[in-house]
């Protein structure tokens, strides 16, 4: 298959691992975390998406920040090349080596250090998987500030070096605002101890927020300190159709202005990845069996009021369905069934529906992470992670659809209140005519629209290159300023 890497030459400025170097590793950290095994190497060299493949010989786990100073110290005076590794879920082929790297994987550094109840303030290792935080917190009447398909491999300093955005975005904001402080080390092993826990701090410049999003281009994330909001008792979640992409909008409109401060997700899928999850994941059923549509939109809330949030949300589901932006929807009416939603959502790979009756309505939950998973069991994807103006997002869908003709199945959902489309173009397998079809022409498209390229993927290796179409030459020249 065709990866669009355009790194072919492996930068002879780095050397390969010897014999003592192998020694002076064991010496440091013992045989158990340097790890020359063939078959943990494999996994450990090929992305989620088996798109990106490295040929490291060599994964070291160091257990805690002095470890991995020493290691980093001595990886930057042997000029020995590194790539982190938190869980290895990133979709951008950043998380393996492109040649042969060093994988220096977190998965060892996985202690929750404190938490304050009153300040709501979890400081952690940055090797914790996000699944394993939120179960942490759950226990306390917490939640963590953000929650995607592969929480249960992700770690939290994977999500930090991406920005991970995910499900809860629209209600709690970006990592920038919700990760209080990091310890780091650079590449030359330093450690730099930026693990403030305070709201407020303007000593200085913030450079903890150049760590958040640089995908391990500054230096490795050991410790977090991040803000989680308190869990709240009344969730509720409806499933809408829309018969076309306008409504999808000014139901994002009303839902913004209605349901105000309860909204916690707003998500929309169209009918082809609805298809693609009905058609590749065994346990998933339609929704919404009576017809088929256009676009379906999920809509969570989360509020402390049950009945004030029911009545808001139903007086909102009304007012849609009266006014012809909702043909159809299903409503999940307790806690006890939005809560089982998510506890379903929590196995990857699978959509799960819940169902029930009220309000005319049929109930159910659906889980969106099961459509990555759909798109690699129908074949090869090409998948783009976009933000753009909502208005125009999905012009984009069509377009390439006129484009690519029969030749492929372009599939479009995503995080519609955040204006971040997923496209993704689903094909037999990977063939560069299909390709020469979509790139350039999906990157010009977003720079035009002065859109993002990479909303909250990251830039991996297969967007390396793109940069400019998002950021100005002026801009990306200040990433590589030289003091
Ligand atoms: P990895 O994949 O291991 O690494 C990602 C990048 O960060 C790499 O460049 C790596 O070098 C670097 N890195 C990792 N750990 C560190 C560290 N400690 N210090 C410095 N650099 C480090 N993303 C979203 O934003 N929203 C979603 O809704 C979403 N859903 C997903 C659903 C599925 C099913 C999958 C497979 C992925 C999804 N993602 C989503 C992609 C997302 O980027 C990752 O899931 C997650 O944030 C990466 O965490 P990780 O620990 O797996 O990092
Ligand atoms: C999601 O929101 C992830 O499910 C994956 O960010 C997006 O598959 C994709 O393109
Ligand atoms: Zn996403």
Redesign the pocket.
Known sequence: GSVTSTIVQRNPVFSTINNDDLIYFEKILGPKKVIQDHEELQTANTD?MHKYKGSSKLMIQPENTTELSQILEYCNSRCLAV?????????VG??VPVFDEIIVN?RRMNSIISFDKVSGVLVCE??CILENLISFLDKEGFIMPLD???KG???I??????N????RLVRYGSLHGTVLGLE?VLANGSVIDMLGTLRKDNTGYDLKHL?IG???SL????KVSILTPPKLSSVNIAFLACQDYISCQKLLFQAKRRLGEILSAFEFLDAQAMNLALHHLDSVRNPLPSSIYNFYVLIETTGSNESNDKEKLEAFLLHAMESGLVTDGALAQDFSQASSFWHIREV?NLINIICMITLNMLILCTRF?GI??ALMKAGAVYKYDLSLPVEKMYDLVEEMRIRLGGAANVVGYG?LGDGNLHLNVSAPQYDDAILAQIEPFVYEWTSRHRGSISA???L?LMKAEKIYYSKSTETVSLHYYEG
């Open positions: 989620w790539v982190p590794q938190g869980g290895n879920t990133g979709l950043g998380s977190t940055a090797g995607l398909g592969a491999s992700c770690q300093g994977g999500n930090i070096s991406t991970a955005g995910g499900l780091v760590f640089s995908e391990g230096g490795i994330i050991t990857e992470q990555p998973e995080h909250e993927h990251g991996g």
